[in-house]
C-alpha cells in the first residue's frame, strides 16, 4: 500500500493510494532457487480530493484469487457539496465469482439538502439501502473510509461476503428527524430481508434507532450497521452496549431466521441525563433479549452481573435502583448479598455465597428475580455538624430445573423433581453524626454517634429446606465513651453437598472451608 498527497491539508488534502502486488516465482536453476519476477497485480486505486465546496472520494477494486472474495471488482464514489446545496451521496458496487458460483452487491445512501415532512414536526432526511445477490451481511466496518479500503465494506458500513444459500436480499433505511429542530430528536429505521437459492426466505429483519435531545452524529447514518455481526452470524449472545449520542436513546432488533427457525429480539434504553443516569454501561438504564430456536429459549431483562436501574444524584442525595428478570434455559445463577451487607454482619463474603454449588450444577430451564435499592447522603455539613447515612434493601429469588442433581447419601433429585427454589433478603443501615471545628488552630473530630445494621435471611427449599439468618449492629457514642457491637445467626434445615448433573459430577462440591488460614476466632 501506498499514498500520494498532492497538495497539503490547508488546501484541500488532495491524493490518492494504490494497493500494488508484486509477484515473484521461485524456479530451480541448476540445482539452486532463484526468484524471478512475474507481474505487477494492481488490487485498489484510492483518489480522495475537495474542489470548490465538493469533496470527491473513488475507489476500484481488481481482485483474483481472493481467499474470500474469488475474483471480481468492486467500485465506490462518494460526493458531498459542502457550500451552497447541503447533499451527500455514497454509492459502492461489487461483482464477482468464486469457483463455485457468481454473486454481487450494490449499496448506497443520500443526505438530502432539504428534508421531507411526513407528518406534523418530523421529516426524512436520508435514505438508503442495498441489493445482494448470493452473498450475505457478515459484520460491520467502522473505519472511515472502509467503503474505500476494503473489498466487501458497503457504503454503509455493512461487510459483504459470498454465501450460496442466499439468493437474493435487500435492505431499505430511512432517517428521521424533527422539523427546524435537528437536536431534538433524530432516529433511523432499517428493514432487510434475504432469500434463498430454492426461493424461500432466510431471514427478515427490522432494526430501529433514536436520540432525543442530542445533535446528528458524524456517523449517525452508519449507526444501523453497527451490530449486524451478530445478527449476520445467527448469535444468541446477549447485544453489548454502545455509546448513546442522545440524552435519552433507545433501541429496537427483531429478526426471524427460517431456516434456523429462530426469533431473536432485543431492546436497550440509555438514559443521561446529568443528574440522572442509567446504572450500565454508557448509560444504559434498561435492556431486553428474547431469543427462541429449536434447542432453547430465554427472556432476558437484565442480570445479576449487568441489572438493568438509575442512579439519581442531587448533590446531597445518592439513590440507585438495580433490578433483573430472566426465565428460560441457561440463564444465570444467584448472586451472592453486596460486599456492604457481608461488611456490616461482619463476616467473610465467600460465606454468605450461599449458592455457589448450585451455580456450579449444569445450567437448566428456569426463572429467576431481584431488585435492589440504595441510598448515600454522602458527607453533610452544617455550621460546626457533619453527618453521613446510608442504607439498602434488596432481595433475589430463583426456581430452576437441576436435573438429576442431589445431595450426598440420597438417590432422589433435590427439590421436586429436580425443580429447586433459592431466595435472599437483606437490608442494611449506618450512619454517623458529629461536630467538626478548630481549637487552638488545630482541626477537631468529635463523633456524637456512629452505628449501623444488618440482617440476612437466606433459604433453600424444598426437599431438603434449609434456612439461615443474620443480624448484626455496632454503635459508638461520644467518641467511643459507649461502644458495642452484636450478631446473631440462626440456621434451621439442612444444607446438602450436591452432587451429580455438572461437570464435576460425582465430586462433592464444598463451598466453604473454616476456619481459614490466619483466623483468630
Same mark, same amino acid.
Given at each position: 500500500?501506498f ?21 515473484g516465482?521461485l ?14 497485480? @494492481?488490487?485498489r486505486?484510492? $483518489? /480522495?480530493m475537495?474542489? %470548490?465546496?465538493?469533496?470527491?472520494? #473513488?475507489?476500484?477494486? !481488481? ?6 472474495y ?18 451527500e ?15 454481487w ?18 421529516a ?33 458500513g ?5 454465501y450460496?444459500q ?5 435492505k ?11 437536536? @431534538?430528536?433524530?432516529?433511523t $429505521? /432499517?428493514?432487510?430481508? %434475504?432469500?434463498?437459492s430454492?426461493? #424461500?426466505?432466510?431471514? !427478515? ?17 452508519e449507526?444501523l ?14 447485544i453489548?452496549?454502545?455509546s ?12 426471524y ?22 446504572i ?9 433479549d ?22 439519581l ?14 426465565t ?23 460465606k ?26 454522602g458527607?453533610l ?38 425443580w429447586?427454589?433459592?431466595g ?18 488545630k ?11 444488618a ?6 427449599l ?18 467511643g465513651?459507649?461502644k458495642?457491637?452484636f ?11 450436591i ?18 488460614e490466619?483466623?483468630?476466632?
Open positions: 500500500d499514498n500520494i498527497n498532492l497538495t497539503s491539508e490547508s488546501d484541500g488534502g488532495n491524493g490518492g493510494g494504490a494497493k500494488l502486488a508484486i509477484k516465482e524456479r530451480d536453476e541448476g540445482g539452486k532457487d532463484r526468484w524471478k519476477y512475474d507481474g505487477i497485480d @494492481l488490487e486505486v484510492f $483518489v /480522495e475537495e474542489v %470548490a465546496g465538493l469533496e470527491l472520494k #473513488g475507489a476500484i477494486f !481488481i481482485f483474483d484469487e481472493d481467499p474470500t474469488g475474483k471480481g471488482f468492486a467500485g465506490a464514489v462518494g460526493a458531498k457539496f459542502t457550500k451552497g446545496m447541503s447533499l451521496v455514497e454509492v459502492k458496487a461489487l461483482f464477482g465469482r468464486t469457483d463455485e458460483f457468481r454473486y452487491f450494490a449499496d448506497g445512501q443520500v443526505t438530502l439538502p432539504t428534508p421531507i415532512p411526513i407528518f406534523t414536526g418530523f426524512i432526511n436520508s435514505f438508503g439501502g442495498g441489493f445482494y445477490n448470493r452473498m450475505k451481511m457478515a459484520g460491520v466496518d467502522r473505519s472511515q473510509n472502509g467503503a474505500y479500503q476494503n473489498i466487501g465494506t458497503s457504503a454503509s455493512v461487510v459483504y461476503e459470498p450460496a442466499n439468493s437474493f436480499g435487500m431499505a433505511t430511512m432517517g428521521i428527524i424533527t422539523q427546524n429542530s435537528e437536536e @431534538l430528536f433524530n432516529a $429505521v /432499517e428493514f432487510g430481508m %434475504a432469500f434463498r430454492n426461493g #424461500g426466505l432466510q431471514d !427478515i429483519y427490522f432494526k430501529g434507532e433514536g436520540n432525543l435531545i442530542t445533535s446528528i452524529p458524524n456517523d449517525f447514518y449507526r450497521a453497527d451490530k449486524l455481526a451478530l445478527v449476520a452470524q445467527g448469535s444468541d449472545a446477549v453489548p452496549a454502545y448513546p449520542e442522545g440524552s435519552l436513546a433507545a433501541n429496537v432488533f427483531i429478526k431466521d427460517f431456516v434456523n427457525d429462530i426469533f431473536h429480539a432485543t431492546s436497550e434504553l440509555y438514559i443521561n441525563f446529568g443528574f440522572l443516569k442509567g450500565g454501561p454508557n448509560g444504559r438504564a434498561g435492556w431486553m428474547f431469543y427462541v430456536g429449536p434447542d432453547k429459549w430465554h427472556i432476558l431483562i437484565g442480570t445479576p452481573e449487568d441489572p438493568v436501574g438509575t442512579k444524584d442531587i448533590a446531597i442525595l445518592e439513590m440507585e435502583t438495580r433490578s433483573y428478570f430472566m428460560g434455559e441457561d440463564i444465570p445463577g444467584s448472586p451472592p448479598p453486596p460486599p456492604m451487607v457481608a461488611q456490616m454482619l461482619g463476616v467473610d463474603a465467600s454468605l455465597d450461599y449458592t455457589r454449588d448450585l451455580n456450579q450444577l449444569k445450567a437448566g430451564k428456569g426463572m429467576a428475580m431481584g431488585a435492589h435499592w440504595s441510598m448515600s447522603t458527607d455539613k452544617f455550621l460546626i455538624f457533619y453527618a453521613r447515612f446510608d442504607a439498602g434493601i434488596g432481595f433475589d429469588i430463583m426456581l430452576k430445573d437441576y436435573g438429576e442433581a442431589h445431595c450426598v447419601g440420597s438417590s432422589e433429585p433435590i427439590g421436586i423433581n429436580g429447586y427454589a433459592n435472599q433478603a437483606y437490608a442494611y443501615l449506618q450512619g454517623e453524626l458529629g461536630l467538626k471545628f478548630k481549637l487552638f488552630g482541626k477537631k473530630k468529635v463523633t456524637i454517634f456512629a452505628g449501623g445494621g440482617v440476612l435471611m437466606q433459604a433453600r424444598p426437599n431438603p429446606v434449609w434456612l439461615r439468618g443474620y443480624l448484626a449492629g455496632r454503635y459508638r457514642v461520644l467518641g465513651l459507649i458495642g457491637k450478631r446473631f445467626k440462626i440456621e434451621l434445615g439442612k444444607k446438602c453437598e452432587v451429580g448433573g455438572s461437570p464435576l459430577d460425582g465430586i462433592v462440591v464444598i463451598g466453604d472451608m473454616s476456619p481459614k490466619g483466623a483468630t476466632e
